[in-house]
C-alpha cells in the first residue's frame, strides 16, 4: 500500500477489467439506480448486463456483502442499508474494510464509489485510509514502481463533478497516518519538526519555533523534563501513536490552507519527546505553567496535558485567539468513554458540541461529547501545595472529562471565547495501523470558512436554520486556532 499513488477523478475511463481490475461499491438502492450504461464500459467484454443484473440481486448485506463479476478482476460490493444516529451515513468504517479485503490486486486498479453527494467527502477520506504510507517491510522496500488507484464517484440524483478538495483531503489524512506509524527512532520531535517545516514551505509559511531554554525564558513549564515513569513492558510499545493529534492538525492545516481559509487560522504544536532520562520530571514536582498556575505531579505519565495546558494559554494571549480546539491522544480512558470509533468532545459551548457532532457524521471521523462539569469534577485535581494536581484523585470519576478540564483550567472556566477539546486516543488507530484520524473531522467541522464548495457543505456551521445554530453561525465569523 506504501507505494500507491491515489488519484480522484469525475472520469476514470473505460477498460476492460482484466487489464484494470476494479471494485465498485455503494449501498444496494444505490447500486441498483446506476444505469448499465455508465458502467458497462468497466466490465466488458468479460461482464455483462446480465451478470450484473444478477450480482445486484445476489447481494445480502448484513451488514456487508461482496460479489466477484469476473474471477478476481472485478467485484461489486454493498455497504449497510443503514446506520444509526451516532454512525457517519457515509459508513466510512465499512467502506475502508471493503476496499481492504475486495480491492482486486494490480499496478492499476479501479475504484467506482455509487453514493449520494453528502457522502463524498467522507467516503474519499475512508478510502484514504484503506492506503497508508508508511512501510519498512524489506520488500516493499525494493518495488520502486508506483502503483495506481483511481477513484470515481457515481452521485445519485445529481452531477459527477469533484473538485480538488477530495485530493488534498487524502493526502492529508494518508500524512497524518504515515506520521503516525512511524516508529520514534525516525519520527522524534526534531523529525516531527521537520515535517511541519516541509508543509510549511510547500504553503509558503515559515514555522515560529520555539524550544530550548527559550521556552523557559519566556515563562512556559518545564518541558525540557518530560517523560514517562519507566518501561512498561505491555503498556509503552504503541506510544509512537501519542503525536497523533499533532500529526492530525499539521494534515488538516495542510489540506484547509490549500484549499482557501478565509479568517485567520494558526496551527501550534506543543511537542516533547517521551522518553526516560535522568533529568524527566519526577512525582511530587512543581511546574509553574504559562498560565501562571503551579501544578503538582502525581503522574508522570500525565505529560501531554502539560504542554497542551501551555499550549491553548498561547493561543489566547500571544495570537488573540477567540476560538481554541486542542486535539490530542490524551487518556486512555476516551477509548471506555466513548470507545475505538468516536472522539471524545469536550467544551464551554453547546453549540459547539452540537457542530463536532455533526461534523463526525459528515466526515466520517465521528465524534461523541463527554460530560462539561467543572464545578463537579475539577475538585479532583486538588493539591495542598500547589493549585493543581495532573492527573485525578478518583480513576472511575469522569476520568477523559477531567483530563480535558485540566487544560481548560488554564484558560479560565469563566473564558468567554470557546474551547473545544478533542481527545482522539482510540480512533487514531485500528489495530497496528493509523488512520489519520482527526484531519476530515477538522476540515468538516471549520468548512464553512473554507472557499472550497464541498467543504462548506459538510459543515456544520453554515445554513442556520435554529437559535442554537444561528450562534454557531455568528462563531464561525471569528477568528480560528487549532
Not at 145 to 164: M, N
Not at 259 to 272: I, P, S, T, Y
Not at 443 to 450: N, V
Request: hydrophobic share 40%; charged share 20%.
Amino acid at each position: 500500500m506504501a507505494n500507491v499513488v491515489l488519484e480522484f477523478k469525475v472520469s476514470a475511463g473505460d477498460s476492460d477489467p482484466q487489464s484494470r481490475p476494479v471494485l465498485i461499491l455503494g449501498q444496494q438502492s444505490n447500486l441498483q439506480q446506476v444505469s448499465w450504461s455508465h458502467i458497462k464500459g468497466k466490465l466488458q467484454p468479460v461482464v455483462s448486463k446480465e451478470t450484473w443484473q444478477a450480482a445486484l440481486g445476489a447481494l445480502n448485506p448484513n451488514p456487508t456483502d461482496s460479489c466477484p463479476l469476473y474471477l478476481n478482476q472485478a467485484v461489486v460490493a454493498a455497504l449497510p442499508s443503514r446506520v444509526s444516529r451516532h454512525n457517519s451515513p457515509a459508513s466510512v468504517h465499512f467502506l475502508s474494510r471493503l476496499i481492504r479485503s475486495c480491492l482486486p490486486g494490480g499496478n492499476n486498479r479501479c475504484i467506482v464509489v455509487v453514493c449520494e453527494r453528502s457522502d463524498v467527502f467522507a467516503s474519499a477520506c475512508a478510502i484514504a485510509r484503506a492506503f497508508p504510507l508508511f512501510t519498512r517491510r524489506s520488500a516493499s522496500s525494493r518495488r520502486t514502481e508506483k502503483k495506481h488507484v483511481t477513484v470515481e464517484f457515481v452521485l445519485i440524483g445529481g452531477d459527477s463533478s469533484l473538485d480538488e478538495c477530495l485530493s488534498n483531503a487524502a493526502d492529508g489524512v494518508r500524512l497524518a497516518a504515515r506520521i503516525v506509524d512511524t516508529p520514534c527512532n525516525e519520527m522524534n520531535t526534531d523529525h516531527f519538526l521537520d515535517e511541519i517545516k516541509a508543509v510549511g514551505s510547500e504553503l509558503g509559511i515559515t514555522p515560529v519555533i520555539i524550544r530550548g531554554e527559550e521556552l523557559k525564558q519566556r515563562g512556559f513549564g518545564d518541558p525540557l523534563n518530560l517523560g514517562p515513569p519507566g518501561l512498561g513492558s505491555t503498556t509503552m510499545p504503541g506510544m509512537k501513536r501519542d503525536c497523533g493529534g499533532a500529526a492530525a492538525i499539521l494534515g488538516a492545516f495542510k489540506a484547509t490552507i490549500k484549499q482557501g481559509f478565509k479568517d485567520n487560522l494558526h496551527a501550534v504544536f506543543c511537542l516533547a519527546e517521551n522518553s526516560v532520562g535522568p533529568t524527566a520530571t519526577r512525582p511530587d514536582d512543581i511546574h509553574t505553567l504559562y498560565s501562571g498556575k503551579t501544578v503538582e505531579i502525581n503522574n508522570t505519565d500525565a505529560e501531554g496535558r502539560l504542554v497542551l495546558a501551555d499550549g491553548v494559554v498561547y493561543a489566547c494571549k500571544d495570537l488573540s485567539a477567540d476560538i481554541i480546539l486542542d486535539m490530542a491522544t490524551l487518556t486512555g480512558a476516551q477509548g471506555i468513554s466513548t470507545g475505538k470509533y468516536h472522539a471524545a468532545v469536550m467544551t464551554n459551548s453547546e453549540q459547539w458540541e452540537v457542530a463536532c457532532v455533526r461534523a463526525g457524521r459528515s466526515s466520517g471521523d465521528l465524534a461523541h461529547p463527554l460530560v462539561y462539569c467543572p464545578e463537579l469534577h475539577f475538585s479532583e485535581f486538588t493539591s495542598a501545595v500547589a493549585d493543581m494536581k495532573n492527573s485525578v484523585a478518583d480513576r472511575e470519576n469522569a476520568q477523559s472529562s477531567c483530563a480535558g478540564l485540566f487544560i481548560g483550567s488554564h484558560l479560565g472556566f469563566d473564558w468567554p471565547g470557546v474551547w473545544v477539546h478533542v481527545d482522539i486516543a482510540s480512533p487514531v488507530h485500528a489495530g497496528e495501523r493509523a488512520t489519520g484520524f482527526g484531519v476530515a473531522l477538522l476540515m468538516a467541522l471549520f468548512g464553512q470558512a473554507s472557499d472550497d464548495s464541498m467543504l462548506n457543505q459538510v459543515s456544520p456551521l453554515g445554513a442556520p436554520s435554529n437559535k442554537c445554530e444561528d450562534q454557531m453561525e455568528r462563531d464561525c465569523k471569528r477568528r480560528r486556532l487549532v
